[in-house]
């Protein structure tokens, strides 16, 4: 496509439910990085994939939080038994792959709102 | 302390001014280092990139790296109302194989008309 899309735009859900999230990145990208964004804060790194193999992880806050990605193309981030203070915008990147020069290209978010 | 610091202002310049940002990091291997801008509720968006000492300029945009200082900061001249935004330091992380980008908190900036 011509730029990373995410899906959905907005996610209202109740405590302990479970949301899935989508990242849709730019043809031909081979890496694809999740972040979190609390109101007002910066970029939470939470995991990226070169291919469809995740060589960090590290930035996954709980065992609640994990993602997948298949066919090197679509990811989806889910999130079990959400928390209130899993409420944030969820960005999705891509880049050619993960390189140390190559640029990433952000998505729109999804606002993530857990009432 | 934190991988990528950045003062949260807000910073304000008068329009026409030079607001200059800066950001500082930890890890001493880093080769790579961007600037984004961030619109409030919009996703970030690559204003500037530089991986050398020195600096590096684009219309009216520079970008400054000093390694050894372990700095980089960003000059926008003629500053615009439109300008206005959040501007956010993200350095480049490898460990292990791994590539990451680090963000910063980002700065605040608001260009007054």
């Known amino acids: 496509g011509a730029g990373v899309s995410q899906s959905p735009s907005n996610k209202v859900t109740e405590k302990g439910k479970d949301v899935e999230l989508r990242c849709d990145p730019i043809?031909?990208?081979?890496?694809l990085y999740w972040y979190r964004q609390r109101l007002g804060q910066g970029l939470e790194f939470l995991i990226y994939?070169?291919?469809?193999?995740?060589?960090?992880k590290s930035g996954l806050p709980s065992d609640r939080f994990s993602a997948e990605r298949t066919g090197e193309s679509v990811s989806t981030l889910t999130i079990q038994r959400t928390q209130q203070e899993d409420s944030a915008v969820y960005l999705c990147?891509?880049?050619?792959?993960?390189?140390?020069?190559?640029?990433?290209?952000f998505g729109a978010g999804t606002r993530l709102s857990v009432l | 302390q934190k991988e990528v610091e950045q003062n949260s202002g807000p910073l304000s310049v008068p329009e026409g001014a030079i607001a200059s940002l800066n950001c500082t990091y930890s890890?001493?291997?880093?080769?790579?280092f961007f600037w984004y801008r961030q619109y409030s509720g919009k996703s970030p968006e690559l204003i500037m990139s530089?991986?050398?000492?020195g600096d590096k300029e684009d219309g009216r945009f520079t970008a400054q790296l000093n390694k050894a200082s372990q700095y980089v900061s960003l000059l926008i001249r003629d500053s615009q109302p439109s300008d206005s935004a959040t501007y956010l330091c993200?350095?480049?992380?490898?460990?292990?194989?791994?590539?990451?980008?680090?963000f910063g908190s980002g700065t605040r900036l608001l260009v007054r008309p």
């Open positions: 990147a891509s880049s050619l792959s993960a390189r140390r020069a190559n640029i990433q290209y």
């Open positions: 043809s031909g990208h081979t890496a």
């Open positions: 994939f070169q291919g469809n193999s995740a060589p960090d």
């Open positions: 890890d001493r291997v880093s080769q790579s």
């Open positions: 530089i991986y050398s000492n």
């Open positions: 993200a350095v480049n992380i490898e460990k292990d194989s791994s590539y990451k980008l680090i």
